[in-house]
């Protein structure tokens, strides 16, 4: 296995990054559970509730995305090592739960238990309690526990259960990448090549002119979509009842005007004065946490609330929507018809929690109805706004049809140009390439060069590093890796965006050596081992994960 991951390490290194990316497209704004406190889920034969699944799943899940976005890549590599690979909200709340299951019965078996001062001494490291100093700051970890767990139904003693598992985590990392050494030559050569200043000539070929000159006729249109008439379909279109749930939370008062000082306190001394300021901000303290936690009160009750309704609707198998919601003094909104892409106003609301951003109908339209399950066209209860909860029932559903060739024939045809344009360009830029190629050969300027095989827009730069930021209208993106292997005086290979091909020429590379440059290769080396424990991490996750046996006996 040590061998495999070295042979693959820059590949698993591109994995681990998709990996990262991918995972953050998904988000725990909604969560269905089974009721009740059977087993849920059963992990190496033991098992666990839905009331567990949901508070150290789901609600956990919510709790790390809300602490990680604030700048812990720790935190990051966190969540990547127990939810890679998930293809759902859902299934990333399960499998986070998971995995920290196997996290806990792992810490067991190699006596790994993080102490208490330990855990503090972590949490108080967090990006999100510390001031730009990189200090703990105090204020902005009271404000977090004040407001924004309650908002989330959590306490105090679940940030410190989180962070015990990623200290965990973090040991077990260590522990299963022991001996994964790097190359320090790789790394070496690696950084040679970062460390580079390049002079480049640039070609541009737009699309545009091609599309021009492209008339189809309507046999030509209509002869394409035959070959592709599949492609071209209606939206489907659904239609919802809906109750948006909003908390009754105490307003928070104005801020007082401070009353003007009087003869006595402008006498006073310096301490008397001081002693009364603090005690008047001790009272505005206290004011503003009674506050707070009377609106994580009303919180709580709306979040049981919502808990219930959905409790009840699947206890009837999804009958008695309405009746249940007026008991709870909700409205109760039928839409018409609609497709995701335009819905109505009360639906086009943005999600709460949710890392991948969104609104609202995209989560309704995500519910897949099932004719054996009256339930499944319930919605689960989906977090929008600030503080609400939207629950659905799916009424009807009209779905995504074929489009005849009237109704494809405008998005067939601007398809068929866009085609044909980008193979006459390709095919362009692959032709003037070739010239420009035989003209430098002949002892012409770049600019000389392109000129002759018809292109007039030429751009040089001079020195770009792997720093350099390319200008979108002049310069493709990732520039500098593009010309980063290129030899001095020769082409690249075409560089292909979709509405545009770049002739990319290398004048000049020269590597700028680093007066630190032992110091930086070491610390190379350390995030390269660093990199390839993570990997080895997430490895021995996915097998002991497997090993497991994961049951879920409770799920509908």
């Known amino acids: 296995m040590i061998e495999n991951i070295r042979k693959y390490t820059g590949l698993m290194i591109v994995v681990f990054v998709i990996v990262f990316i991918s995972f953050f497209f998904l988000d725990t704004s909604s969560m269905r559970s089974s009721p009740g406190s059977g087993t849920y889920v059963k992990i190496d034969g033991r098992g666990y509730s839905d009331k567990e699944v949901s508070r150290l799943g789901a609600s956990g899940l919510n709790l790390t995305q809300s602490l990680a976005q604030l700048g812990d890549f720790g935190l990051y590599q966190f969540l990547m090592g127990l939810s890679s690979g998930a293809r759902s909200e859902n299934e990333a709340a399960e499998q986070f739960f998971v995995g920290r299951m196997i996290l806990r019965d792992a810490a067991e078996k190699f006596g790994i238990h993080p102490a208490d001062e330990e855990i503090s001494s972590y949490i108080r490291s967090m990006r999100a309690f510390t001031n730009q100093d990189g200090a703990f700051d105090q204020t902005k970890y009271n404000t977090f526990i004040d407001k924004s767990l309650g908002r989330m139904g959590m306490t105090e003693g679940d940030v410190r259960d989180l962070a015990s598992d990623v200290l965990i985590s973090k040991k077990l990392n260590t522990l299963v990448g022991t001996g994964l050494a790097a190359d320090r030559d790789i790394v070496t050569k690696t950084l040679a090549l970062n460390n580079q200043q390049i002079d480049v000539n640039l070609a541009q070929i737009k699309l545009d002119p091609y599309e021009a000159k492209i008339e189809p006729t309507e046999d030509e249109i209509k002869t394409y979509w035959e070959t592709i008439q599949d492609s071209f379909t209606t939206e489907p279109l659904r239609k919802f009842t809906y109750i948006i749930a909003t908390p009754n939370l105490p307003e928070e008062t104005a801020a007082e005007d401070e009353p003007k000082e009087t003869l006595a ?292």
Do not use: C
């Open 265 to 556: 306190e402008a006498a006073a001394s310096d301490e008397a004065k001081a002693a009364a300021q603090k005690a008047k901000d001790e009272e505005r303290a206290k004011k503003a946490a009674a506050l707070a936690e009377e609106r994580r009160k009303k919180q709580i009750e709306l979040d049981t609330l919502v808990d219930d309704f959905v409790f009840d609707l699947e206890n009837q198998q999804g009958s008695g929507f309405e009746e249940l919601a007026k008991k709870n003094g909700w409205e109760v909104v039928t839409t018409e018809l609609f497709a995701q892409s335009s819905p109505p106003p009360g639906l086009d609301i943005a999600l709460r929690a949710s890392s991948r951003g969104g609104k609202a109908a995209e989560e309704l339209f995500r519910v897949k109805v099932l004719k054996s399950d009256p339930y499944s066209k319930i919605s689960p209860a989906i977090a929008i706004g600030e503080n609400q909860w939207l629950v659905a029932r799916q009424d009807e559903e009209v779905p995504s049809r074929p489009k005849t060739y009237e109704e494809a024939r405008d998005e067939a045809r601007a398809q068929y140009i866009a085609e044909k344009a980008a193979e006459a360009m390709k095919t362009a830029a692959e032709e003037a390439a070739t010239k420009i190629k035989e003209a430098l050969a002949a002892g012409k300027s770049f600019a000389d060069a392109a000129k002759d095989a018809g292109i007039e827009e030429t751009h040089s730069l001079e020195k770009i590093t792997s720093s350099h930021q390319p200008n979108a209208e002049k310069e493709p993106a990732g520039l500098f890796q593009a010309a980063s292997n290129i030899d001095p005086g020769s082409l690249a290979e075409n560089i292909i965006e979709s509405d545009r091909i770049f002739i990319l020429h290398v004048a000049k590379r020269e590597v700028v050596k680093e007066e630190n440059a032992t110091a930086r290769i070491d610390s190379e080396l350390n995030n390269t081992v660093s990199q390839n424990e993570t990997i080895a991490f997430m490895a021995w996750m996915a097998a002991r994960t497997e090993a497991a046996k994961v049951e879920y006996p409770g799920r509908k």
